[in-house]
């Protein structure tokens, strides 16, 4: 589903990413780790479309980065951090407004809305806005905006962020369903270690822009003698605060 070689990208002098390589097979749950200003955030920016990269080639969900991104952004889904639904508009709406844009004619949109959001446990809400809904909640709406155009391949940027226990097991319960029922291939960001490590299939972790490490959850802490992932992120990465660093 994603197959870069060599992908770049500088900001004038500075080189966010430099030359990486990424693969992503079909039906995996794959978690990008890195501090920040590692280059994580231009690297998902760049694979879904978002922004055009200095150098490389990519394939992503069987469309060229380069020479067809529109075709890349048929294909798949993305969750931004900051969330995909506007605050005061009735969800359901918002949801049936973007079912159409992508060609659905509103008896579909109606019907597919609907569908998903029974599956994320979120029937009932349609006439909420997202400003009333708890913070799991609207993050399982943000993912069916993600999913109303049947994407084979999501992107979720830190999709747990701010959630409590109960409501990051429920998103996880989520995410691994899309991957096991629907074959839907998952690439996320996230800065809780023990999330990838209960989640993910597979672990890139990118450090000043170059991948310095992949695997299986148990394959890095067996490389490094580290009983969690937090150990091998700080083996990898180094203790030094990025507060100041760009994504």
């Not at 959630?163 to 996320?188: C, Y």
């Not at 270690?193 to 067996?222: F, N, Q, Y």
């Amino acid at each position: 589903m994603i197959h870069a070689r060599g992908l770049t990208k500088t900001f004038g002098t500075v080189e966010a990413v430099r030359g990486i390589d990424i693969d992503v097979s079909a039906g995996e749950i794959v978690g990008f780790l890195g501090p920040n200003g590692a280059g994580k955030t231009t690297t998902l920016r760049m694979l879904t479309t978002l922004l055009r990269p200095t150098s490389g080639t990519a394939t992503v969900a069987g469309h060229d980065l380069f020479a067809d991104p529109m075709g890349v952004r048929r294909r798949i889904g993305y969750v931004a951090q900051g969330g995909m639904i506007g605050p005061i508009t009735e969800i359901g709406e918002e949801m049936e407004l973007q079912a159409r844009l992508y060609g659905m004619r509103r008896p579909e949109a109606r019907e597919r809305v609907a569908d998903l959001l029974a599956e994320f446990e979120l029937a009932g809400l349609e006439r909420r806005t997202a400003a009333t809904l708890s913070g799991g909640q609207k993050r399982r709406a943000d993912i069916v905006m993600g999913l109303l155009h049947r994407p084979g391949l999501l992107f979720l940027d830190e999709p747990t962020t701010g959630l409590d226990p109960q409501s990051r097991a429920n998103l996880w319960e989520h995410v691994r369903r899309l991957r096991d029922r629907d074959g839907v291939t998952v690439f996320l960001t996230t800065h809780y270690l023990e999330e990838a490590d209960a989640l993910c299939d597979r672990v890139l972790i990118i450090d000043h822009g170059r991948i310095v490490a992949s695997g299986t959850p148990a394959e890095l802490k067996a490389a490094e003698g580290a009983a969690t992932l937090d150990e091998v992120f700080l083996a990898l990465t180094g203790r030094a605060l990025r507060e100041g660093a760009a994504a």
